[in-house]
């Protein structure tokens, strides 16, 4: 088992940045990916960003890309989205996941282990 904790969200202004953290423990040596997902209010869950646990290439979706980073420190067990120029078409619930299934890739999906969630809210 994975537990992860996201932490960080809030109620912004358009234009402002907003760093999410998201904390894991338990097996997390099992981890091969981690992930950042949102889900506005009825609307599908939607990929954002994802990266390996250990090393390699991130991957993005287009709706986030060159606004949003996402990270890790490995030693402190932490998973980061930051999150520049934030829109107001960005509020949701941000998530972040851990998968323990091998890719050849970064994944859009298939992922094992959900946080919680963190509401992220951007004003106009």
Avoid: H
Avoid at 69 to 88: E, G, T, Y
């Amino acid at each position: 088992q994975v537990q992860l904790v996201e932490s960080g969200g809030g109620l912004v202004q358009a234009g402002d940045s907003l760093r999410l953290s998201c904390a894991a423990s338990g097996r997390t040596l099992s981890v091969y990916y981690m992930g950042w997902f949102r889900q506005a209010p009825g609307k599908e869950r939607e990929f954002l960003a994802a990266m390996p646990w250990i090393a390699g290439s991130t991957l993005y979706a287009d709706s986030v890309k060159g606004r949003f980073a996402i990270s890790r420190d490995n030693a402190k067990n932490m998973l980061f989205l930051q999150m520049n120029s934030l829109k107001p078409e960005d509020t949701a619930v941000y998530y972040c996941a851990a998968r323990v299934k091998a890719a050849l890739t970064p994944p859009r999906a298939g992922y094992d282990y959900w946080g919680q969630g963190t509401q992220v809210t951007v004003s106009s």
